[in-house]
Nanobody, 124 residues
Framework: QVQLVESGGGLVQPGGSLRLSCAASEWPLEHYTIGWFHQAPGKGRKGIACITSNSRHTYLEDSVKGRFTISRDNAKNTAYLEMNSVKPEDAGTYSC?????????????????WGQGTQVTVSS
């Protein structure tokens, strides 16, 4: 099954921007719906963005709508989470997950594969 590796995390100032990447190996990304999850310090993991395999459907959770963008480039086997107007509450671990045949109507249930996560720190 697909192996996923996130990158692009780091330190960002409030109001700044960051682009996270989710790179696939062992299996083409084009077969997978990709979800991005955020886990703030001391809190549970929460699904915040989703894009179907053909990019036809996307979903952004209300707290990031208008600030974050999810996209993918199947030719590069990579999905992205563009983070703009970053807020302190956006800090935490960001993980991507892949699931074949999933619609972006729910984050619940089992996903086929998870990345290890990348850390985002928001500080001036």
């Amino acid at each position: 099954q697909v192996q996923l590796v996130e990158s692009g995390g780091g330190l960002v100032q409030p109001g700044g921007s960051l682009r996270l990447s989710c790179a696939a190996s062992e299996w083409p990304l084009e077969h997978y719906t990709i979800g991005w999850f955020h886990q703030a310090p001391g809190k549970g993991r929460k699904g915040i963005a989703c894009i179907t395999s053909n990019s036809r459907h996307t979903y952004l959770e209300d707290s990031v709508k208008g600030r974050f963008t999810i996209s993918r480039d199947n030719a590069k086997n990579t999905a992205y989470l563009e983070m703009n107007s970053v807020k302190p509450e956006d800090a935490g671990t960001y993980s991507c997950a892949g699931d074949r045949g999933r619609l972006c109507s729910t984050f619940s249930g089992s996903w086929d594969s998870w990345g290890q996560g990348t850390q985002v720190t928001v500080s001036s």
